[in-house]
């Protein structure tokens, strides 16, 4: 059986063998390619060398890519991506890509080549960020940006955010990325201390997101509310939550686009604390669905 998909994989007709995979002309291999997924093509290449040239064609990878994906070549020096090949370009941009001082970071899924985004704490407006009484920066591991911001206790809280950027047409969801109480490493253990947290189960905290194209998404959720989470079984005291605060229709891609994001408590008859403050996610809103039932990795 291994010599018979052997001779599939290598047979020519040179030989008298009856003809296999590598005797397929690279232009119908091309035509395959292009209804595969990246990480496919990468696969088939392995198979024998008329696969491995058709899946090196700049015409497929080019399909790939978004169309707009010299915007995020142009975040990177030149040098980075001068006489690269376009299948090399999507491996490029398939790892974070950072511009904004690196508090921010595009990138290609890659499995479907889509324009995903996140914004860093330290890229955003929080209110009281500077007062040692109220907020610390923690260094950590669990973060993307390596760096949270963590909450001991303000009674006017407030996190504002935008970004501006040239995304492909596609409908997106923008999410905040939070974590009830402190966390740390004890004994190669993870940890999570709730010295600090309370408050959020008073009022709960409006999230919002426009556009500048007069698009508008906003709700409202009670961060710690305990009697429910106990009766769910999804208790959120502990680990990484994000909250979908919308979607956004970007239906021109040749246009800037500028959205605007917060995260508010803002009353002041009590105050709160004990939360940790990552990032904001901006992704295309099907590949969330997908990734969630499993279909995409």
Not at 145 to 166: C, M, N, R, S, T
Not at 187 to 212: A, M, N, Q, Y
Not at 267 to 284: E, N, R
Request: with cysteine; charged share 25%; proline share 4%.
């Amino acid at each position: 059986m291994g010599a018979s998909l052997s001779s599939q994989t290598e047979g020519t007709n040179r030989t008298g063998m009856r003809p296999g995979l590598g005797d397929i002309p690279e232009g119908c291999l091309a035509c395959v390619f292009m209804n595969l997924t990246p990480p496919e093509i990468c696969n088939l290449a392995r198979l024998n060398r008329a696969f491995r040239g058709a899946a090196s064609s700049d015409s497929i990878w080019v399909k790939k890519l978004p169309t707009n994906y010299q915007d995020l070549l142009n975040l990177l020096p030149p040098e980075r991506y001068q006489n690269m090949s376009k299948k090399d370009i999507f491996a490029l941009l398939s790892r974070p890509v950072p511009f904004d001082d690196g508090y921010k970071e595009v990138w290609l899924d890659r499995v479907t080549g889509r324009v995903c985004m996140a914004i860093s704490a330290k890229g955003m407006a929080i209110t009281g960020i500077d007062d040692r009484r109220y907020w610390n920066r923690v260094s950590t591991e669990e973060s993307r940006f390596h760096i949270v911001a963590y909450l001991l206790q303000i009674w006017w809280f407030e996190v504002d955010g935008v970004v501006k950027f040239p995304l492909p047409a596609d409908v997106y969801t923008l999410s905040f990325r939070i974590h009830l109480g402190r966390f740390s490493k004890r004994l190669g253990r993870r940890v999570s201390s709730f010295e600090h947290t309370h408050g959020w189960d008073i009022k709960p905290v409006r999230f919002e997101l426009s556009t500048t194209d007069g698009q508008l998404a906003s709700c409202e959720c009670y961060l710690d509310d305990m009697e429910q989470d106990y009766e769910n079984r999804n208790h959120k005291r502990g680990c990484w939550i994000e909250y979908k605060v919308g979607e956004f229709i970007v239906s021109n891609s040749e246009t800037v686009t500028e959205v605007r994001f917060s995260m508010k408590q803002i009353d002041c008859t009590h105050s709160k604390g004990g939360l940790c403050v990552d990032s904001v996610f901006i992704i295309p809103t099907d590949l969330i669905d997908c990734k969630r039932r499993g279909i995409l990795k």
